[in-house]
């Protein structure tokens, strides 16, 4: 596909819903099968959100062996645009996962599969960062019926695995999360800018959500569900101190009753007229009911603090070491993890930033490191292996020496006879 037909298709693709794209893995799945003779792939990447993706992509440009298995549960999943990603602004995630598995697949040492990572194996373990260590990947059971289970080889592992978000149960939420209730202004506030918002965290977190989101929205309603308590009054004080004088200075009203749901009574994914745009306004309306209170209140959009948690526990159950719930990694060394051979990109790792500019930045980052950490192994192998084949020849030629001396001593006989011709030399 051209560049000109690509600018063209790009709106009808937007307007389409993950379930009309093609299928995740459909363009990848047509790559060769890319596991070398010894069926070792170089490296594994659990994980095909946007940071496993960038990793396959750095491994590819290197013809790196690579082999992608992905579940499919993405985090950005329910949301209706994707923002902030230059060049792709406004776009489903789903269509730019597609994107991405497309311009992947004209690769041809890497491929990408679904199945769920159950366990990572480490066959031959060694602290040595120089020296190979091989990996033993399992997937499955399946939940075809088959209940069948692979498992692959591989020198070195990605854990690309994401995070989980974990919703209250109000309900309400879960159901219009990503749609009208969001996490984070950069990806989502301006298509609500100046529409009466609702911030849905605890008091302790209220006023740090305000100063984010101060350039967007100036009416602004913080539901703070029962803990406006004298606990998390000192405790906020002491996190942003005159917190009151902020959030008054911005006119934001404190909410502490119990919510008890929220309701949607206007869907603002419909006014989405010109998709080809990077930002189009979403006009939603939700409806407020408390516990306490028939009086209900509503709000356009509703920004949030919630708990997260990691997406998968097989680099725990691996051995990585946890850093506040991330997976420890080393920015110094490309985002290995404590456990030599294994890396940690994306929201999973601890470099606690999470969006999709880093999960690109943080899977090319891995993949050259790794890719060079490679080229070191097999120079070191190549270069032990050049030495040991000029050690072997001298060892025989010396064993070829000492025979000859052997029969030049035996036949040479004593200095004084006939035939003797000297020492040997
Ligand atoms: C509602 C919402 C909206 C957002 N909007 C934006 C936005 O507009 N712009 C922006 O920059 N960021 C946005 N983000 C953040 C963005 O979603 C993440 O930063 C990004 O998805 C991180 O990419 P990732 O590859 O690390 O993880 P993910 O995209 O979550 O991908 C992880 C993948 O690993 C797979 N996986 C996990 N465990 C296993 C296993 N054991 N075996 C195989 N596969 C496994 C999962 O199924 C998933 O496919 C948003 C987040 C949310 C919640």
Redesign the pocket.
């Known amino acids: 596909m051209g560049p000109l037909t690509f600018a063209r298709a790009l709106p009808l693709l937007c307007l389409a819903s993950a379930a009309t794209l093609p299928s995740e893995h459909t363009a990848l799945h047509k790559a060769r099968a890319a596991a070398n003779e010894t069926n070792v792939y170089d490296a594994i990447i659990?994980?095909?959100?946007?940071?496993?993706l960038s990793a396959l992509s750095g491994l590819a440009r290197v013809r790196r062996n690579v082999l992608l298995?992905?579940?499919?549960?993405?985090?950005?999943n329910?949301?209706r645009?994707?923002?902030?990603?230059l060049g792709y602004d406004g776009v489903t995630?789903a269509y730019y996962r597609w994107a991405a598995r497309e311009q992947l697949s004209h690769y041809d040492t890497v491929s990408a599969t679904n199945?769920?990572?159950?366990k990572i194996d480490i066959s031959d373990a060694s602290s040595d960062p120089h020296s190979d260590t091989l990996f033993t990947v399992s997937?499955g059971p399946t939940a075809d019926g088959t209940g069948q289970v692979a498992t692959y080889s591989a020198r070195k592992i990605v854990l690309?695995?994401?995070?989980r978000?974990i919703l209250p149960p109000t309900p309400g939420i879960s159901e219009n999360?990503?749609k009208g209730i969001?996490?984070?202004p950069?990806?989502?506030g301006h298509e609500h800018a100046d529409q009466p918002l609702g911030l849905l965290s605890d008091l302790t977190d209220a006023p740090g959500l305000v100063r984010e989101i101060s350039t967007l929205n100036s009416d602004i309603i913080a539901f703070v569900n029962g803990t406006d308590t004298p606990e998390n009054r000192a405790a906020t004080e002491e996190s942003f101190p005159q917190w009151e004088a902020f959030l008054k200075l911005h006119n934001v009203t404190v909410e502490n009753r119990t919510l008890a749901s929220i309701t949607r009574l206007r869907d603002g994914g419909a006014d989405n007229t010109d998709p080809s745009l990077p930002s189009v306004p979403e006009h939603d309306l939700f409806r407020v009911d408390f516990v306490e209170g028939s009086d209900s209140v509503e709000r356009a959009a509703f920004f949030s603090s919630f708990p997260d948690e990691q997406?998968?526990t097989?680099g725990q159950e691996l051995g990585v070491r946890l850093d506040g719930g991330r997976l420890a990694a080393d920015s110094t060394k490309g985002l290995v993890t404590n456990i030599p051979g294994v890396y940690a990109?994306?929201?999973?790792n601890a470099d606690n930033v999470?969006?999709?500019?880093?999960?690109l930045f943080s899977g090319k980052r891995t993949a050259v490191y790794l890719h060079v950490q490679l080229a070191r192994e097999e120079a070191a192998k190549e270069l032990a292996s050049a030495g040991n084949s000029t050690a072997a020849a001298a060892k025989k030629r010396a064993a070829a020496e000492l025979d000859i001396r052997a029969v030049w001593e035996t036949m040479n006989g004593e200095p004084r006879d006939i035939l003797y011709a000297g020492d040997f030399e």
């Open positions: 659990v994980g095909g959100g946007p940071s496993g298995l992905d579940s499919g549960e993405y985090r950005n329910p949301t645009h994707m923002h902030d990603v995630p199945g769920t990572v159950t997937t690309a695995t994401g995070l978000d999360w990503g969001f996490w984070c950069w990806c989502d997406k998968s097989v990109i994306g929201d999973a999470t969006n999709v500019p880093h999960a």
